[in-house]
Every structure is written in structure tokens, then in C-alpha cells.
């Protein structure tokens, strides 16, 4: 019955008038939310974002029990129903649009685990160790019980967001198709193939006049018109790179595969007991290479059910530090790109590119199926600040989140070349 309403709506969008949707998203303080993306289950392409003050409005054809998903990351996806956030249905007069549409309550969501709190130490160094290794073989067994080896195919609406200095300039919302294909990878990691079906880039209308402005400004006029076309076309495919971000959020690997890479040394693991039934098992990894001018520490969470070991939650943070001992001279155009986040021209002239340092807090969350766990959403937060010479620092924060709408994992087959390498068309929409 939910598929023949689906395909009724599709067959009449186009033949009647639609109903308009309308609503507010605010936090548990009652703060606006902006860019909290709205849509319904079934056709996220319906969907739109809230502004600024965390008012949406769309127009669909629902039928009144469909789902509607409202979403932003670090918080708690909602779910409503279509006839919640009515305000305005084909058959009312149009005087009657509600000035006060509903208002709706995003619960926060932590990302990822910032730190655990380790577990007293056994009085003998080798039980410990021996009480360590007995707990990750345990984990481990339920891993290859419960993550299956079959291959999945996943839809997806993928939200990247780009900000800078705390205000959002932009999102990037995908409606893709994933399918994971296990028996094709090497080394016991997923092949992941990526295709996009839908594209939205929602901007502040203000923010987006400005940067049509950088890129139209003085100094790419006095370009070559050689060099000025080949500036624009990588300043396209620099934002078309979105892509990459909606593709590397799901595909970080194999988790039953990393575990048991690191689970023989047990070293670098500890643990720590939560609340409601969980344990906290944690890997810490530092890397340093190049005579320490490239340095990373990598922990993975694994949070288990304390009781059966099977893993409920998944949580990556991951600190970085690049320096460049004489710096990097960008040419014109890297250094015209840099505008697009507050750069002031006198600093693009003398900027040389001297560090680089950011962290990355990724969080995944499961869902059950036919006896085994598959995927059911990812939130990503990545902090990075680039300095430069005369203590120039870009402060960029890149929020993503990931969210499963279909899952099938019964004849599942792997898309073609031209399904993956098809170029989408981006929809853009300004938010005022």
C-alpha cells in the first residue's frame, strides 16, 4: 500500500495541485537550527533545508501518514508525519496558510567519544593482557557472526556542509545508490561503488552572491583568457569534489577487517565500562613520519553490548599535524579559491602555506536485518585550520552526515562504468 501511494504521488505531482509543508527546527534550548535538511522518506528530492531562523517550506503531493525525516548533524534524526507539518492542502483557501507553522525538537547526538575513562589496572601486567586479548577474540567472534560477507545495496541522502569562522556558506545534499560488493575487495576490505541519482546545493543567497563575486572579480579578469578558462573549469571541479566527501564517508573500510588487524597487539587497547549495558573498547595508533613533520593519533570505539559483545555503535577521532618547513607559494588561482573564505586580498598576495593541522570525529550507528548489521547512518565533523606565513590561519569545518533510507541485500547487483562515472546535474537553491 506505502509503494501504490508512492507511485500515485509520482503519477499526479505534475497533474494537481500540491500541498505545502511548512515548519520550524529548533534545538532542546530553543535555538534555531539552519541547514537542517527536511524530506519525505520515500523521495528525499522533495525535500529542502531550513533557513537561517530554522523555518522550511516545501510543496509535495503526500498522502497524510507518509514519513517525513528531519535531519542535521549532531542530532538525533526525527521522523514525523506528513499531515504534522500541513500547513496549506490543494482544497484550502490559500488565506488560510498558517503564519505560525509547527515547531519541531532536535535531541543532540554526540558525534564521537572525545575520551573513555580506563578501567583500573590489574594488579599482574599479564593478566591484564591475557584478560585483553580474551575480551577482543570475544568481540571479534560476534563481528564475523554479525557482519556478513553477502553483498548490499544502500540508498542514501548524504548531507556536507561547509563552514567558516561558525557561519555556514553552503550544503551539499545527494541522493545516491551504494552497493557494497565484500567478495571483490582486496585484503579483506569492501568494495564500495558510488553512484549519484540527485544533487541540491543550498546556499545563503548573500554568501553565494559574494562568492560569484570573488570568482568574477578584477583579479581573474586580468587573466589570459587561456588561463582564465582553465581557472574556472578547476574552480568547477573543486566544487564538484563534494562528491568525494558523500563517497569516503561511507566507504572508510572493512570494520570487522581493521579490528583484526589491530586486535594481536593488545598494547594500544583499553577499556572502559558505560552506562546501560555497554563496554568501551579503544585502539590508539600515533603515527610519525618524515622526521616528524607529519604526525597522527588514531583511535577507533568500539562501544559492545557488555552482556553478548556485539558491537552497537562504531566512533573514530583522529588529530593531525602537517609542517612545512619552508612553506608553499600557491599560484594565483589556489590563492583566488582562498577568497572564498574571508581572505582579505592583501593576505591572499603575501600568504605562504606553512601548516596544517585538524581533527576529524567520525560516528556510525547499525541497524538490524535478517540476523545481521548492516548500516544505518554516519555524522562526520572535520576541523582543519591552514596557517601561513605572518600568522595568516583559515579556520574550515566541514560537517557531514549520512543516513540509510532503503536497504536491500538479495539480488544485488554491481553498477555499470556509466552508472558510476555519470556526471550529476547540481539544483540550486537559495535560502534567504
Known amino acids: 500500500m506505502r509503494f501504490l501511494s508512492f507511485v500515485f504521488c509520482l503519477l499526479t505531482f505534475d497533474l494537481c495541485l500540491a500541498a505545502t509543508y511548512a515548519g520550524r527546527v529548533v534545538d532542546e534550548q530553543g535555538a534555531p537550527i539552519p541547514y537542517a535538511t527536511v524530506y519525505p522518506e520515500i523521495a528525499p528530492e522533495w525535500g529542502t533545508a531550513t533557513n537561517n531562523d530554522g523555518f522550511f517550506s516545501f510543496e509535495a503531493n503526500l498522502v497524510p501518514d507518509m514519513k517525513i525525516i528531519i535531519s542535521f548533524i549532531g542530532y538525533e534524526k526525527l521522523t514525523i508525519r506528513a499531515n504534522e507539518c500541513l500547513v496549506l492542502s490543494p482544497s484550502d483557501d490559500p488565506s488560510s496558510f498558517q503564519l505560525s507553522p509547527f515547531t519541531f525538537v532536535l535531541?543532540?547526538?554526540?558525534?564521537?567519544?572525545?575520551?573513555?575513562?580506563?578501567?583500573?589496572?590489574?594488579?599482574?601486567?599479564?593478566?591484564?593482557?591475557?584478560?585483553?586479548?580474551?575480551?577482543?577474540?570475544?568481540?571479534?567472534?560476534?563481528?564475523?557472526?554479525e557482519f556478513p560477507d553477502n553483498n548490499a545495496q544502500y540508498q542514501v541522502v548524504s548531507d556536507v556542509r561547509m563552514l567558516s569562522e561558525n557561519s555556514t556558506w553552503g550544503m551539499e545534499q545527494m541522493i545516491a545508490n551504494i552497493v557494497v560488493l565484500p567478495e571483490q575487495a582486496k585484503e579483506g576490505r569492501d568494495s564500495v561503488q558510488f553512484q549519484g541519482r540527485y544533487c541540491k546545493r543550498f546556499f545563503d543567497a548573500q554568501k553565494r552572491a559574494q562568492a560569484d563575486s570573488i570568482l568574477a572579480s578584477d583579479a581573474i579578469e586580468r587573466l589570459e583568457k587561456g588561463q582564465k578558462e582553465k581557472f574556472m573549469r578547476k574552480a568547477a571541479n573543486a566544487v564538484d569534489s563534494g562528491v568525494v566527501v558523500h563517497h569516503a564517508l561511507f566507504a572508510i573500510g572493512n570494520m570487522r577487517y581493521d579490528f583484526e588487524q589491530t586486535m594481536t597487539d593488545t598494547?594500544?587497547?583499553?577499556?572502559?565500562?558505560?552506562?546501560?549495558?555497554?563496554?568501551?573498547?579503544?585502539?590508539?595508533?600515533k603515527v610519525s613520519k618524515y622526521l616528524g613533520l607529519f604526525k597522527m593519533t588514531f583511535s577507533r570505539h568500539y562501544i559492545v553490548d557488555s552482556e553478548t559483545y556485539a558491537v552497537r555503535r562504531f566512533s573514530e577521532h583522529a588529530e593531525v599535524k602537517v609542517t612545512i618547513p619552508f612553506g608553499i607559494k600557491l599560484n594565483?588561482?589556489?590563492?583566488?579559491?582562498?577568497?572564498?573564505?574571508?581572505?582579505?586580498?592583501?593576505?591572499?598576495?603575501?600568504?605562504?602555506?606553512?601548516?596544517?593541522?585538524?581533527?576529524?570525529?567520525?560516528?556510525?550507528?547499525?541497524?538490524?536485518?535478517?540476523?545481521?548489521?548492516?548500516?544505518?547512518?554516519?555524522?562526520?565533523?572535520?576541523?582543519?585550520?591552514?596557517?601561513?606565513?605572518?600568522?595568516?590561519?583559515?579556520?574550515?569545518?566541514?560537517?557531514?552526515?549520512?543516513?540509510?533510507?532503503?536497504?536491500?541485500?538479495?539480488?544485488?547487483?554491481?553498477?555499470?562504468?556509466?552508472?558510476?562515472?555519470?556526471?550529476?546535474?547540481?539544483?540550486?537553491?537559495?535560502?534567504?
Not at 598494547?267 to 595508533?285: A, C, D, F, K, Y
Not at 540509510?404 to 562504468?417: E, I
Open 107 to 145: 535531541k543532540e547526538q554526540p558525534i564521537a567519544l572525545q575520551e573513555t575513562v580506563i578501567a583500573a589496572k590489574p594488579a599482574k601486567q599479564k593478566n591484564k593482557r591475557k584478560a585483553m586479548a580474551a575480551l577482543l577474540h570475544a568481540v571479534y567472534v560476534k563481528l564475523e557472526e
Open 267 to 285: 598494547r594500544h587497547w583499553t577499556v572502559s565500562n558505560e552506562s546501560e549495558g555497554e563496554t568501551v573498547l579503544t585502539h590508539t595508533q
Open 332 to 432: 594565483a588561482e589556489q590563492l583566488q579559491m582562498l577568497n572564498l573564505v574571508n581572505m582579505s586580498e592583501q593576505n591572499i598576495k603575501k600568504f605562504r602555506l606553512k601548516k596544517l593541522r585538524g581533527s576529524v570525529d567520525l560516528n556510525t550507528i547499525y541497524q538490524r536485518q535478517d540476523g545481521h548489521v548492516y548500516l544505518l547512518e554516519k555524522n562526520m565533523i572535520c576541523n582543519a585550520h591552514i596557517l601561513g606565513s605572518k600568522k595568516t590561519e583559515i579556520p574550515l569545518v566541514i560537517k557531514a552526515t549520512q543516513r540509510v533510507t532503503g536497504l536491500q541485500t538479495t539480488d544485488v547487483k554491481p553498477l555499470t562504468p556509466s552508472q558510476i562515472t555519470r556526471r550529476l546535474k547540481r539544483d540550486i537553491v537559495e535560502i534567504y
